[in-house]
């Protein structure tokens, strides 16, 4: 073992059970038909995504939320209720349990309370709940939610503890209660913005702190005293008001709970019974704290989790991009906190713990903290998978199997999915050249990562590089390839992942000294002004705007769409957190506005008023690329199967690159 990481290898106890190591794979609830079954237990593939985590040596692992009711938001076509399906769900995660505990690996169950004003409009139809009348829904606030009564409390009291012991008889080692985190249900009654009440379950700290403590205390009496009863806590809220989060470093008064109440309010649970906190911050109104995106900084809840440490003698968690095993080592050894908790992480690379373990930490495929293959999926009803793991929860259907036929394959173009294709088809035994017309690997990829706050992207093209390098992949680089060349390679399979080429919108001035493409901008390959125009307000011009705003030039983004960051699988705490960075950097946004014209130190734009002149000193075009696909029209017919990948077959993001690569060449 790496002594550097051995104090993420220590044993620890949560109660009474003993957890192997210090990392914890934190909830991520799974919730499609594919990966679920009716009565909540997992299918073989959704089992399987959690045994492949065990396998890669996690010590403790989370499972998604659970409902433990279904008098309120119910999710349509689904039980779901650990109650209602007992038998099967006791007999359908016998698998699970049987197949993690092989590994030396404690599951819990997480079981949850709901989501009262944070559900989606679909789980609350009909009966919107929350701890008082008339708060608004954080995703539509048109839609007020009612106060539960207290019979209804006590409902899901029973629930809870009825659920426990079902998940007990199933042989889980314990549960973690959804949760006072995020802003959820019970977190609403903890807040006192959110629990106007003025019955028992309202008021004081101790009154809006019953529900949890009931919930603890009713699953210990039915349970016993022995059974591990964690928490999921965000220790601090970050919120301005409703739907309005507070970015790091911010000044502004708590609208939730804040530092200081918080002290509290862990010494109360823990009193109350729970084994464990399970840390982060944030609500559903500050999301980018509980789901931090890539402009959050890495380990970014951990000041406030282990400044909550010191004030309880329980176990404390702490989850939020600890993906830097010598910051989780340093936190562990230094006991500011006692486990890491992991959740895209072991999405990105299962065998993170492992490879930490033997100090593989190159080998570490990393999590961009694009939320694009799982969050995002989620909320758009599909499977969660990763970005940059299309495995994700296909285990068995996507595992790479050796080629019986050892064939010369040639991989024309090294941005990402070249890479992939090449690395994919090398690992499963072909013999792979890659060819690169410029003198680095990455392609467009090497200008998204350029930002500061893209340090994981950077990591990303590095892990490409140190794969392709290990399994052998013979790399060529400024060689821009030919069909000549194609013919003198003779191979049998060739991938062209030739990319894309960025727009050039049709106006006057568009090729002046002032006018710089995204890429250019981004590689700052050419001196950018104070005043500043970004064309296109998608991902890209928003990155950029956010960027240069933060470095204190004067933006501007023109965005012909009647938003910006109108983006197919966009996550919203990505999103939000882009467009509250935005507002913070003082960058003006023009929508339903398009560009006319560019002369010498300003544009002409087309608003519903009419013309406007605003000055720049430099205009940056992102306005969107087209597919680069000359090279395959040249070869397509040269006698060999030539597959067509990434964006040059259809422009898309990293995810699309990925997946598209991998799925070839898992097959050939
Ligand atoms: C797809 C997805 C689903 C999640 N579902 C849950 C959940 O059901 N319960 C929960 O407590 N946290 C949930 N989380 C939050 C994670 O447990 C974790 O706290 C968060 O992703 C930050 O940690 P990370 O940076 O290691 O990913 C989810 C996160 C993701 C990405
Ligand atoms: S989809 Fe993106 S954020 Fe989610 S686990 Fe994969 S790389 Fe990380």
Redesign the pocket.
């Known amino acids: 073992m790496n002594t550097e990481f051995e104090s993420l290898f220590k044993p620890m106890k949560i109660g009474k059970m003993e957890v192997k190591n210090r990392i914890v794979m934190t909830a991520m609830g799974i919730h499609s038909h594919r990966l679920v079954n009716e009565d909540g237990s997992y299918s073989l593939d959704g089992a399987n995504y959690f045994i492949e985590r065990a396998k890669g040596g996690v010590g403790l692992i989370v499972t998604g939320a659970m409902q433990v009711q279904d008098w309120f938001e119910r999710v349509p076509g689904s039980a779901h209720n650990i109650n209602k399906v007992a038998d099967t769900y006791i007999k359908n995660s016998k698998y699970l349990v049987d197949n993690i505990h092989s590994y030396g690996t404690k599951i819990v169950v997480q079981l949850t309370a709901g989501s009262g004003r944070t559900a989606p409009q679909w789980l609350c139809e009909g009966d919107a709940i929350a701890p008082s009348d008339d708060l608004p829904n954080v995703w539509n606030p048109a839609i007020r939610h009612r106060a539960l009564t207290i019979p209804e409390i006590q409902h899901y009291i029973e629930c809870f503890a009825n659920g426990a012991a079902i998940a007990k008889e199933a042989g889980f080692d314990g549960v973690e209660i959804h949760a006072v985190h995020e802003g959820y249900l019970l977190d609403q009654f903890t807040m006192s913005c959110t629990n106007k009440r003025t019955d028992k379950y309202g008021g004081s700290l101790e009154n809006r702190l019953r529900f949890p403590c009931e919930i603890v205390q009713a699953i210990k009496a039915k349970c016993g005293n022995d059974f591990p009863v964690m928490v999921r806590y965000s220790v601090r809220s970050y919120m301005k008001g409703f739907n309005k989060g507070a970015l790091p470093g911010e000044e502004f008064e708590e609208f939730g709970r804040d530092l200081e109440e918080s002290t509290k309010v862990a010494k109360i649970l823990e009193e109350a019974g729970y084994d464990a906190l399970d840390a982060d911050n944030g609500t559903y109104d500050s999301w980018y704290w509980s789901h931090p995106p890539v402009y959050m900084p890495k380990a970014c809840n951990l000041k406030d989790v282990k400044y909550i440490k010191k004030f309880v003698n329980i176990p404390v968690i702490c989850a939020g991009r600890m993906d830097d095993p010598y910051t989780a080592a340093d936190a562990v050894a230094s006991g500011e906190i006692d486990a890491v908790g992991l959740a ?2 072991l ?2 690379d299962p065998e993170w713990p492992a490879k930490v373990q033997r100090g593989d930490i190159e080998d570490i495929r990393p ?9 995002a999926r989620i909320f758009e009803g599909k499977d969660m ?5 299309p495995a994700v929860c296909r285990e068995k259907a996507y595992e790479l199997k050796p080629t019986k036929e050892k064939k010369n394959v040639v991989v024309i173009g090294g941005g990402i999915g070249g890479m992939e294709a090449a690395r994919v088809s090398a690992l499963r035994g072909h013999n792979v050249s890659l060819y690169e017309k410029s003198e680095e690997l990455g392609g467009v990829f090497i200008a998204a990562a350029a930002p500061d706050f893209k340090e994981s992207d950077k990591e990303l093209i590095k892990w490409y590089k140190l794969q392709l390098n290990k399994l052998g992949v013979k790399i060529h680089l400024n060689t821009e390839v030919t069909p000549d060349l194609v013919t003198s390679l003779h191979p049998d399979e060739i991938f062209v992942a030739t990319g894309s080429k960025a727009k050039k919108l049709p106006v006057p001035g568009i090729d002046g000294k002032n006018v710089v493409t995204a890429i250019d901008a981004l590689l700052k390959k050419k001196p950018i002004g104070n005043k500043v125009v970004v064309v296109g307000g998608g991902l890209t011009g928003c990155e950029i705007a956010y960027d240069l705003a933060k470095d204190g030039k004067q933006v501007t983004i023109i965005e012909v769409l009647d938003d910006i960051l109108k983006v197919k699988g966009l996550c919203a705490a990505n999103a939000n957190m882009l467009r509250e960075l935005l507002a913070y950097y003082n960058v003006e946004v023009l929508v339903n506005t398009s560009l006319s014209a560019v002369t010498e130190g300003s544009v002409t734009v087309k608003t519903a008023d009419g013309l406007k002149n605003i000055e720049a000193d430099t205009v940056i075009t992102a306005v969107g690329y087209n597919s680069d696909n000359r090279l395959y029209e040249q070869i397509k017919d040269c006698g060999v199967p030539v597959h067509l990948i990434g964006d040059a077959k259809q422009v898309s993001n990293l ?1 699309g690159a990925i997946w598209d690569a991998y799925e070839v060449a898992m097959t050939i």
């Not at 999590?367 to 969050?375: F, K, V, W």
């Not at 998978?385 to 793991?389: D, E, M």
């Open positions: 895209r992480p999405l990105a999590c961009i903290a694009c939320h694009n293959g799982c969050l998978c990763c970005a940059v793991n995810m």
